[in-house]
């Protein structure tokens, strides 16, 4: 069973910085595409990036230019660096593991105006 702990959350004000991470339990993480994803009060839950084993990168339009992901295989550890933020990316940021569909337990994150 891969467990996932996520870490990096808190309150910023718009235009500041957090970087997330998430941390796996299983040497598996490494052959995996690993995805942040968000929910936000009243809304579904929604692919903020995802790097796949090899590197490639997709993000969402939403976060384009401002949000970095990235995956350190050596410590199991993939990072989502949060820049220019804004109060409409208030939410829980999950980590998810997608070959095992494994998610963490979330990690919130508020912006203020």
């Known amino acids: 069973q891969v467990q996932l702990v996520e870490s990096g959350g808190g309150l910023v004000q718009a235009g500041g910085s957090l970087r997330l991470s998430c941390v796996g339990t299983r040497a598996i993480f490494r052959l995996s595409t690993m995805g942040w994803y968000r929910q936000a009060p009243g809304k579904q839950r929604e692919l903020v990036a995802t790097?796949?084993?090899?590197?490639?990168?997709n993000y969402a339009d939403s976060v384009k230019d401002r949000f970095t992901i990235s995956r350190d295989n050596a410590k199991n550890t993939v990072y989502l660096q949060m820049n220019s933020l804004k109060p409409e990316d208030t939410a829980v940021y999950y980590c998810?593991?997608?070959?095992?569909?494994?998610w963490g337990q979330g990690t919130q994150v508020t912006v203020s105006a």
């Open positions: 998810n593991v997608q070959i095992t569909g494994t």
């Open positions: 790097i796949t084993a090899g590197g490639s990168i």
